[in-house]
Each structure stands twice: as C-alpha cells, then as structure tokens.
C-alpha cells in the first residue's frame, strides 16, 4: 500500500480505513522514499503507529523482508514489531 501511496495511486490510511475489517493479518516490510520494499521495519518511510491502530489480535502479522538484508537488520525487524505491539 505504501508504494502505491509513493506512486500517487492511493492514500494508505485511507485505504486501511476502508479495508481494515476484511484483513486477516498484515505482510509488514518498510519502503524507501525511493520505492525499495521488504526493508527493515523503522527505516523507511511506513508509519507503523498509524498502521498499527488496524491490528487485531487475531490478526496474523508476518514481517516481509528482502533476502539481501544483513541479521541484524532481521533481528532489528523483530524487535521493532515486538515494540511496536508491545510485547517488549
């Protein structure tokens, strides 16, 4: 939804808006201003706190990333979710 919203073609919180009670879950990987997807969560341009107000607890969240980031980054991902759903 992000790159769509960065192409001009939507608006991310409206789209959310509009869709979030027919979610099952959520594939969350941030996006570079220059459109690079599956990156670290935090370290591009997603707003996580305004997508986060759409999780469910019986919502399945899968973090989605590129298989050229680094460990840590994936670890940084998860901690950053965990943070983000308040599991820390």
């Known amino acids: ?7 001009g073609i939507i608006d991310h919180a409206h789209f959310l808006e509009q869709t979030h009670k027919h979610l099952l879950g959520f594939h969350l990987k941030d996006v570079t201003a220059k459109g690079w997807d599956n990156e670290a969560l935090g370290t591009g341009t997603v707003d996580f706190e305004m997508v ?7 919502h399945v969240l ?9 460990s840590e980054e994936v670890i940084h991902s998860r901690d950053y979710l965990s943070k983000l759903i308040g599991e820390s």
């Open 52 to 58: 986060k107000k759409y999780f469910r607890p019986e």
């Open 62 to 70: 899968v973090i989605e990333l590129s298989p050229r980031l680094a």
């Open 1 to 7: 939804a992000k790159l769509n919203e960065q192409m």
